[in-house]
């Protein structure tokens, strides 16, 4: 079982940055690939970025890749999502999400939710 808490979400200008958080509990937290997802008023959930347990691999959606960083502290048991170059259409609540398996399906769903932080983006 694995518990996820995310906080740093708010409202930032656009082209600004935001630097997202997840704590997770659990013992088997470090065998978990992590990741984030976002959903926008009115769309489906979508994937944003996961990051392997061993942090030796990391796969980015393309509307984010060269913007968002994703790591992890498997010490501290956390999972970041900087965020930079913030855009309008960046809006929406993220989700920290955990995966038991590195593969394609984590781009589709995931094991374990966290509640989720909003994000807006002002233009």
């Known amino acids: 079982q694995v518990q996820l808490v995310e906080s740093g979400g708010g409202l930032v200008q656009a082209g600004g940055s935001l630097r997202l958080s997840c704590a997770a509990s659990?013992?088997?937290?470090?065998?978990?690939?992590m990741g984030w997802f976002r959903q926008a008023p009115g769309k489906e959930r979508e994937f944003v970025a996961a990051i392997s347990w061993s942090a030796s691999s990391v796969y980015y959606a393309d509307s984010v890749k060269g913007r968002f960083t994703i790591s992890r502290d498997n010490a501290k048991i956390t999972v970041n999502l900087q965020m930079n170059s913030l855009k309008p259409e960046d809006t929406a609540v993220y989700y920290c999400?955990?995966?038991?398996?590195?593969?394609?399906?984590?781009?589709?769903?995931?094991?374990?939710w966290g509640q989720g932080t909003q994000v807006t983006v002002s233009s």
């Open positions: 659990g013992r088997t937290f470090s065998t978990y690939a």
């Open positions: 999400a955990a995966h038991r398996s590195w593969d394609m399906s984590m781009t589709k769903g995931a094991d374990y």
